[in-house]
Structure formats: structure tokens, C-alpha cells
């Protein structure tokens, strides 16, 4: 008997397949995926041709048995597919060769490569720059985005406006209803306010993304180094997800792409506004990080754009989860509030202590802990709960030497005090803590502390809330 597969469909099972093989000798057409079993004659072995790539399945063994009583119905063995080891691409080493290419020739490549198989992360931001790109590349793509239920309305119209422009459909993915129920039954509306953001971006953002990216070999970002110097300074233009698994399963199955890493916030705008590009309304507002309504708020002038996003966190903790693989282990600097630049017994790097000026006073545990005790002061303080590795602490620093500087003599003590580490929980509870830096007035008459409640750290600013209290 001859057996032959030459058709073109993509799949067939074994009880199909079993049902097309007959007593004839006359050669029938089969396809199992895209593998071609070779023409034969009777008798012969069996041949394959197919791609270097793909799986190799060995020939079907039919034969027709013959005993004293007849013929014995046939009988067809299937060995277990051997798998091709598949040729793995060196995509750190592509990223060194892309490192200086244009986020235009970035896409490109990416397209090139995956095809139907990728798709373009949108916000709703100024990422809409991704789909200009591509759409500049000539090469079909896709778009999906995370509708989470608490984005601005003048994202969904941004959403509305880029399919217009570029005559695409996004592919929205959405919570599961049910787990979104249960947290707003169980915890209200804004739980995020009280035990931080993660479980509700888990709900709303993490898992739909999770979905959409199962049905993906590789997936596009708008992420670019300058946008959060704490978690994003070192992402390459391409990298294997180290976070997200793909279409094919398993630690290594999904691409992530960045085409603008490298590109600075200042050439993105210079890029829309000359292509003309539709962008969210919000950013005419004073937005610059947008997200979901309840946690996005416009920034001030001078303040990073992340300070928008989860205001009342720590700044090492600003990503949602979509980009987990950014944050790294806290090195033991982080984790203890005891060091102040001293290197650790692991041999771990540590970040040099901050604040450092005659005029401000460094507070210990037991300090602190005098000073908020203490119901008749001679004089007012002012302290900054800070953490040295955060970057928003280090942002203001020149100010509030300055600011130390300024009140030297005039009857006010400038003090610091490390709230990270061990000390985190008590600062917290007893210093109302919230997210670094958290900067207090303890008045002179009183025993309870006054805090600074404006996100604006400059000399002036900082000064007016002094003299106001004094």
C-alpha cells in the first residue's frame, strides 16, 4: 500500500486519519500539520522532507496481516514525534547589534520577524508613537490594549481617534468580572489608597495581559529608559520576556520588544507633533505617566513623570506588573536602615547616604522617637523620612540642604531620619509614612506632628510651609 500526504489543511487527528486509510492500494493525499510524508511504493521505507524547524513525526506503519482464518483488520502503529531541536536566536546579541538603530528600523525588524505574531501594547498614551511606527513600516501589525473599567474618558476617546486614523481594530482585553467583584464587595471602590496598588493592577491589568500574551510569540512596549530611572534605566531595545510566557509555553517563550528605550521623552513629543499624531488630551493637562483615573494625577514642574502614578508609594514601587521583570532583589542597602553608605558583609553595593550638610541633624531610632515624645519643645523641627537609593529623595536633596542652610541661626533644627529598612514599619504607624519622602513639622507646643502635604520640594516651597507653622 502507498501512503502519501501532500494536501494543504492543518490538521488532522487520529481517528480521521485512520478512517481515510482503506484496503485499496491506491495512494491517498493526508496532512498532519505542515509534515510531508513522502510517496512510496510497497514494501519501501517510508521518506520525510520538511523544514529544519519543525516537529519530525516518523511514517505510519500499515500493513495488511493474514492468518488461517482471513484477513486480520489493520493495524497502524504511530511513534512518538521526535523533536528538531530548534535553533534558539540570540537576542541579547541582538540587542547589542539594534542598540543604536532608529525605534522606525526597531519595528521594523520586529515585524519582520514575528509577523501575525506580535502585537503592540497601547496605553493610551504617548505610546501611540508605536503605531505610528509601524504603521510607517508598511507591514500589517496589531494592536491590543487593557481596558481596565477605571480609565479616563478621554482615553477612550484617544482609543476611538487611533482607530480612525489608522484604520485598525484594537483588541481590547478585559478583567474577569467576577474577580473584579469580589475585590470592590470585599474591599470598596479605592483599596488601593489604604494597602497599595498591586492587587487591584493583578485583577485588572496583570491577568488580561497575561491572556492576551498567551496567544502571542512576542509583544510591544512603549517603555523607555528615562521614564523611570529606579526600574527602567536598563531595558534593551529586545529582550526575552523574563516575566510573561507566550504562545508556545514554558521560560523563554515570549519576545518583548522596546523600540523607543532608547529615545528620550522630549523626541517622542517632537515625533508626534510632526507626524500629527492623535495623543490623549490629559497631557495638555499637566499628565504625563497616564493609567487608570484613580491613580494617575497631573505632575508639577520639575517633578519626574512618574510622580504622577501611585503618588502615595514608595518610588521603587511603581510599576503595575506589566513590566515586574524590571524591578530588581532589593540589595541590602535598601532592606537596612542601619548602613549609611557602609559596605555589607555579602559584598553587596551599597548607595551612599544623603542629606549631608552641618545643618541638618541625623536622627536615630531613639531620636526620633524622643522628639515625637516630647510635648514642650525649645524648638521647632522640621525632618524628611527618606530613603537613600530613592530617587525622588535624591531629587530634592540640593533643596532641602539649601532650605537647611537658610534656617541655620533662626531658631528651627533641620533633621533626617533613614525610614527604610527596619525602620519602615515603625515610621509608618507612629511618623505617617507614606511614601518616600515624607517631610514633617514637629511645631514647638506640640506633640504631634504636622505633615507636609505638597509634592512641590523646592527651596520656596518648603520654606512658606515653615514659616507658616514657626
Given at each position: 500500500m502507498a501512503l502519501a500526504v501532500t494536501s494543504s489543511s492543518s490538521a488532522v487527528n487520529s481517528s480521521s486519519l485512520f478512517s481515510r486509510i482503506g484496503?485499496?492500494?491506491?495512494?491517498?493525499?493526508?496532512?498532519?500539520?505542515?509534515?510531508?510524508?513522502l510517496e512510496r511504493t510497497n514494501g519501501s521505507s517510508g521518506g520525510l522532507n520538511l523544514p529544519s524547524r519543525r516537529s519530525l513525526v516518523r511514517t505510519l506503519n500499515v500493513e495488511s496481516q493474514r492468518n488461517g482464518s482471513g484477513v486480520v483488520p489493520l493495524a497502524a502503529t504511530i511513534v512518538a514525534p521526535e523533536i528538531l531541536e530548534k535553533e534558539e536566536e540570540d537576542f541579547e546579541q541582538l540587542a547589542k547589534n539594534l542598540e543604536n538603530a532608529s525605534p522606525l528600523e526597531i519595528m521594523d525588524?520586529?515585524?519582520?520577524?514575528f509577523g501575525n505574531d506580535i502585537a503592540i501594547a497601547f496605553s493610551g498614551a504617548e505610546d501611540v508613537a508605536l503605531i505610528e511606527y509601524a504603521h510607517l513600516t508598511g507591514r500589517?501589525?496589531?494592536?491590543?490594549?487593557?481596558?481596565?473599567?477605571?480609565?479616563?474618558?478621554?482615553?477612550y476617546r484617544l482609543f476611538d481617534a487611533v482607530e480612525k486614523r489608522y484604520g485598525i481594530r484594537i483588541e481590547y482585553m478585559f478583567p474577569d468580572a467576577v474577580e473584579v467583584q469580589g475585590l470592590v464587595r470585599t474591599k470598596g471602590l479605592f483599596s488601593f489608597y489604604e494597602d497599595g496598588h498591586q492587587e487591584c493592577c493583578r485583577i485588572r491589568k496583570v491577568r488580561p495581559l497575561r491572556r492576551a500574551l498567551k496567544g502571542l510569540r512576542a509583544w510591544i512596549t512603549g517603555q523607555r529608559k528615562d521614564q523611570s530611572p529606579g526600574t527602567r534605566s536598563e531595558i534593551?531595545?529586545?529582550?526575552?520576556?523574563p516575566v510573561f510566557e507566550g504562545l508556545d509555553g514554558g521560560s523563554g517563550s515570549l519576545v518583548k520588544w522596546n523600540p523607543v528605550a532608547n529615545v528620550n521623552g522630549i523626541d517622542i513629543w517632537t515625533f508626534l507633533r510632526t507626524m500629527d499624531v492623535p495623543v490623549n488630551s490629559l497631557h495638555s493637562q499637566g499628565y504625563v505617566s497616564i493609567g487608570c483615573e484613580p491613580c494617575t494625577r497631573p505632575v508639577l514642574p520639575g517633578q519626574h513623570e512618574r510622580e504622577g502614578r501611585w503618588w502615595w508609594e514608595d518610588a521603587k514601587a511603581k510599576e503595575c506588573g506589566l513590566h515586574k521583570g524590571n524591578l530588581k532583589q532589593d540589595d541590602?542597602?535598601?532592606?537596612n536602615g542601619n548602613g549609611n553608605g557602609v559596605a555589607h558583609a555579602n559584598g553587596?553595593?551599597?548607595?551612599?547616604?544623603?542629606?549631608?550638610?552641618e545643618n541638618v541633624v541625623s536622627l536615630s531610632r531613639a531620636g526620633i522617637e524622643n522628639l515625637a515624645k516630647l510635648q514642650d519643645r525649645k524648638e521647632p523641627w522640621i525632618v524628611v523620612l527618606y530613603a537613600p537609593w530613592c530617587r525622588f529623595c535624591q531629587a530634592m536633596e540640593?533643596?532641602?540642604v539649601d532650605l537647611a542652610e537658610n534656617?541655620?541661626?533662626?531658631?528651627?533644627?533641620?533633621?533626617?531620619?533613614?525610614a527604610d529598612g527596619d525602620e519602615k514599619e515603625y515610621a509608618k504607624s507612629e511618623l505617617m509614612l507614606g511614601s518616600f519622602p515624607t517631610i514633617l513639622f514637629f511645631p514647638k507646643h506640640s506633640s504631634r506632628p504636622i505633615k507636609y502635604p505638597s509634592e512641590k520640594r523646592d527651596v520656596e516651597s518648603l520654606t512658606a510651609f515653615v514659616n507658616a507653622l514657626r
Open positions: 484496503s485499496s492500494s491506491e495512494t491517498k493525499g493526508l496532512q498532519i500539520g505542515s509534515v510531508r510524508i525588524k520586529a515585524l519582520e520577524k500589517p501589525y496589531r494592536v491590543f490594549s487593557l481596558d481596565t473599567g477605571r480609565l479616563n474618558p478621554e482615553t534593551p531595545v529586545v529582550q526575552v520576556d541590602a542597602s535598601q532592606n553587596s553595593a551599597t548607595v551612599a547616604d544623603i542629606f549631608n550638610s540640593e533643596s532641602y534656617l541655620a541661626g533662626s531658631g528651627v533644627k533641620v533633621g533626617k531620619f533613614r
